[in-house]
């Protein structure tokens, strides 16, 4: 094990755990950095999805993901409502791309499509049923739960590969206690943020800029 390798698994555990335990409250630090993630992860995979490439196997995948990512970045940054909906709906396809996986750990097409689908439905409804709170909260403690397992398994070793297959698959094959792991965090996460933030919410103002946040009242 490398030490660049212990540094960069020891940061991305840290701010898992920071996103378990408060990441509602960071939601306005964590959503543009979140939608560049997200926006390069969907267009690389929209990639290999289409073509059959190897994840980040080309220049194409490359530009083509860095173009969504910022694309993603800037709409999260300065819209709120299209912030929202890209954090959620990112969840949901992440969500419906795990569950594939269980399936074949292969990005295919169909699996690209069932999981788009997913997350669409999820921004959805998110808005529809006025839960935009408690999903962020949800999807903030599962991704710093996933976080905090894939720093740990990165620092031993994880494949690489697991970016461009499907990472709960790949976890699952190592050991099903860090699917237990994995949603005892997401659920503890979320439990404790419910809690905390029951009176606490976000604000916005004009220009869809973010504001500090404060107590309701």
Do not use: H
Not at 23 to 35: C, E, K, Q, S, V
Not at 54 to 79: D, E, P, Q, R
Not at 158 to 167: H, V
Request: charged share 10%; with cysteine.
């Amino acid at each position: 094990m490398s030490f660049e390798l212990l540094c960069g698994a020891l940061i991305v555990v840290l701010v898992g755990l920071a996103m378990v335990l408060n990441g509602y409250r960071w939601f306005l630090i964590i959503l543009p950095i979140a939608g560049f993630f997200f926006g390069f992860m969907i267009g690389a995979q929209a990639m290999t999805a289409i073509f059959g490439e190897a994840f980040l196997a080309t220049i194409t995948s490359w530009v083509v993901g860095f173009i969504v990512a910022i694309v993603f970045a800037v709409l999260s940054y300065f819209f709120y409502f299209i912030g929202i909906a890209i954090f959620i709906g990112s969840f949901g396809y992440a969500l419906g791309y795990a569950i594939m996986g269980l399936f074949n750990a292969e990005l295919t097409i169909l699996t690209f499509l069932v999981a788009l689908a997913l997350g669409i439905i999820f921004a959805v409804l998110a808005f529809v049923l006025n839960i935009q709170k408690y999903l962020v909260i949800i999807a903030t403690s599962f991704i710093g739960a996933g976080a905090i397992i894939l720093g740990i398994l990165a620092a031993f070793g994880f494949p690489p590969e697991a970016l461009g297959k499907n990472a709960l698959a790949l976890v699952l094959q190592d050991s099903v206690w860090w699917l237990i792991v994995f949603l005892a965090l997401g659920i503890t996460g979320t439990v404790l943020q419910i809690r905390r933030n029951r009176k606490w919410e976000l604000t916005v103002v004009e220009r869809n800029y973010f504001d500090d946040a404060t107590p309701a009242a």
